[in-house]
């Protein structure tokens, strides 16, 4: 089992940043793929980023135009998004998930274990 806690989250006006952490619990949780997805109401999740289990390899969403990083640290079972360039439409729930294989994903279906999500809100 996989237990996932994600915080950060909050209200900022447009061009702002915000930290997203997710930090994971149980069994060998460092060497799983993990990723970040989002959900508006009404819509379907949409992938924003993920990383491998060493952080050599990351992937991102066509949106975050390089306003988004992604990024982990070991010691802390923690991995992070860090949010610059915040746009309105970048609002919604954002969860992090964990991938069991040794792939780094794109796709909702490939990830088994989702945390509950923190709430963005960017004010215009």
């Known amino acids: 089992q996989v237990h996932l806690v994600e915080s950060g989250g909050g209200l900022v006006q447009a061009g702002g940043s915000l930290k997203l952490s997710c930090v994971a619990s149980g069994r060998a949780v460092n060497t799983y793929p993990m990723g970040w997805f989002r959900q508006v109401p009404g819509k379907e999740r949409e992938f924003v980023a993920a990383?491998?289990?060493?952080?050599?390899?990351?992937k991102y969403a066509d949106f975050v135009k390089g306003r988004f990083t992604i990024f982990r640290v070991a010691a802390k079972n923690a991995v992070y998004l860090h949010m610059d360039l915040l746009e309105p439409e970048d609002t919604a729930v954002y969860s992090c998930?964990?991938?069991?294989?040794?792939?780094?994903?794109?796709?909702?279906?490939?990830?088994?274990?989702w945390g509950q999500g923190t709430q963005v809100t960017v004010s215009s």
């Open positions: 990383i491998d289990w060493s952080g050599g390899v990351t």
């Open positions: 998930a964990a991938d069991l294989s040794a792939e780094v994903h794109t796709t909702e279906s490939a990830y088994d274990y």
